[in-house]
């Protein structure tokens, strides 16, 4: 198996400009995490899907920040517009177990996208 | 008080030494606990799941306080590749939180 699959790996971009990260989670995995990780603030979830549905997007920062998961095989986490303070590393993750197993924090990382915003 | 709260370290421990780290957590109604490592610039990956009092996986043992809400993860003859931060997840109902970790340098 390819593992959790994420592009690009680094992402370089100016202040004001839309970013799209993609993740293809592992097939057969009805769970997909998107996380983003600093220095200051740790690893840090930002939404969580369960067959491709929303579950919490309590960890969404603001508005400029949306995800989608249009089918099971693949999800993107978009900033709009991008500012300096998005800067960090965003990992995506998948799970075979749902949310209310218990289970979920089974948790397979892709290799995450570091995202730098001038 | 905090969700997760783990000592950063670092730990600076020879190979073969024992070490254990702790990590409290707040949410009593955590069911499920697991230990995730970090490797630098790299992404988290599961070391232990434990879901009762505590687990062991060769070298790697995991205890549950569910009293003082607590868990440990102990290390045993410690490698050199052992070096890492190692990150504590509770798993409260409908939620997963990730500790900021701790950090462990194995030296020869």
Not at chain 1, 81 to 99: H, N
Request: net charge neutral; aromatic share 12%; with cysteine.
């Amino acid at each position: 198996d390819a593992g959790v699959i994420q592009s690009p790996r680094h992402e370089v971009t100016e202040m004001g400009q839309e970013v799209t990260l993609r993740c293809k989670p592992i097939s057969g995995h009805n769970s997909l995490f998107w996380y983003r990780q600093t220095m200051m603030r740790g690893l840090e979830l930002l939404i969580y899907f369960n067959n491709n549905v929303p579950i919490d997007d309590s960890g969404m920062p603001e508005d400029r920040f949306s995800a989608k998961m249009p089918n099971a095989s693949f999800s993107t986490l978009k900033i709009q517009p991008s500012e300096p303070r998005d800067s960090a590393v965003y990992f995506c993750a998948s799970s075979p177990y749902g949310g209310g197993s218990g289970r979920a924090g089974e948790q397979f990382f892709g290799p995450g996208t570091r995202l730098t915003v001038l | 008080r905090k969700e997760v709260e783990q000592d950063p370290g670092p730990f600076n421990v020879p190979e073969g030494a024992t070490v254990a780290f702790n990590c409290t957590y707040s949410n009593s109604a955590s069911q499920s606990f697991f230990w995730y490592r970090q490797d630098c610039r790299k992404e988290p990956k599961l070391l232990m799941s434990v879901y009762s009092s505590g687990n062991e996986d060769g070298r790697f043992t995991a205890q549950l306080n569910r009293a003082s809400q607590y868990i440990s993860l102990l290390i045993r003859d410690s490698k050199l590749s052992d070096s890492a931060t190692y990150l504590c997840v509770p798993n409260p109902p409908d939620k997963l939180i990730f500790g900021t970790g701790t950090r462990l340098q194995v030296f020869p």
